[in-house]
């Protein structure tokens, strides 16, 4: 099946500053991506949508100018989560739609944030 | 999006078949039925899909109802390693999102 890959798979950062989550489809082009978090013991839940070359579309509350989205290509998509602060520590995953298998959604493997 | 209903957790003993359900009960015409399961500190894997009939792979077959409002998902086997998390999604050819509901974890016994 499609690979999607996400780096980095774990991350710590100090309060305050910013970190950069990347998701590259590897062997297909992805129109579109999106982003979730998932708090321990808690389903995925759905942040935003990202489509190549436009402006991402956020789910109800959820802050577009504190997590900056950037899908610049068919094969990556970015997640910025800007001024972090402890409540930001999740687990953010990735997931690609491919323009030629619209019935299928492949994950990437998760990226663990903590930030301290 | 048309919303899924499964129970909050389910055990199993190692060795024994499976039988993971889901309703779906509002789903429509153009909605496939997707099974995924995650592994803990890991992103969602694939397991299977369908839209009308059964159908069977490697990992798991799943069974659709004549009327689509309610699925199953059939492990043969269960292993240690089938302990995880299983999300019914429905996902509509060529729609935008994929909606999890709160899934099934899976508890496999030795």
């Known amino acids: 099946g499609a690979v999607v890959s996400q780096h980095p798979s774990r991350v710590i950062c100090k309060s305050g500053t910013s970190v950069k989550i990347e998701c590259r489809s590897l062997?297909?082009?992805?129109?579109?991506m999106f982003w979730y978090r998932q708090f321990p013991k808690q389903s995925l839940m759905l942040m935003a949508t990202?489509?190549?070359?436009?402006?991402?579309?956020?789910e109800q509350g959820v802050e577009k100018d504190k997590f900056l989205i950037n899908h610049a290509s068919l094969t990556l998509s970015t997640l910025t989560v800007t001024s972090a602060h402890p409540e930001d520590s999740s687990f953010y995953i990735c997931?690609?739609?491919?323009?030629?298998?619209?019935?299928?959604?492949?994950f990437g493997q998760g990226t663990r944030l903590t930030v301290v | 999006d048309a919303k899924t209903t499964q129970p909050n957790s389910m055990e199993s003993n190692e060795e024994e078949p499976v039988h993971l359900p889901c309703n779906h009960s509002t789903i429509s015409g153009t909605d496939y039925i997707h099974w995924y399961r995650q592994l803990p500190s890991q992103g969602p894997e694939y397991v299977i899909h369908g839209l009308t009939s059964n159908v069977n792979n490697r990992m798991a077959s799943l069974a659709i109802a004549e009327d689509r409002k309610s699925s199953t998902l059939i492990l043969h086997r269960a292993t240690l390693r089938d302990a995880a998390v299983y999300y019914c999604i429905l996902i509509i050819t060529g729609g935008f999102k994929t909606i999890f509901g709160a899934g099934t974890r899976l508890f496999v016994k030795a």
């Open positions: 997931s690609a739609r491919a323009k030629s298998i619209q019935t299928e959604a492949f």
């Open positions: 990202s489509n190549e070359g436009s402006k991402a579309t956020y």
């Open positions: 062997d297909f082009q992805a129109t579109t």
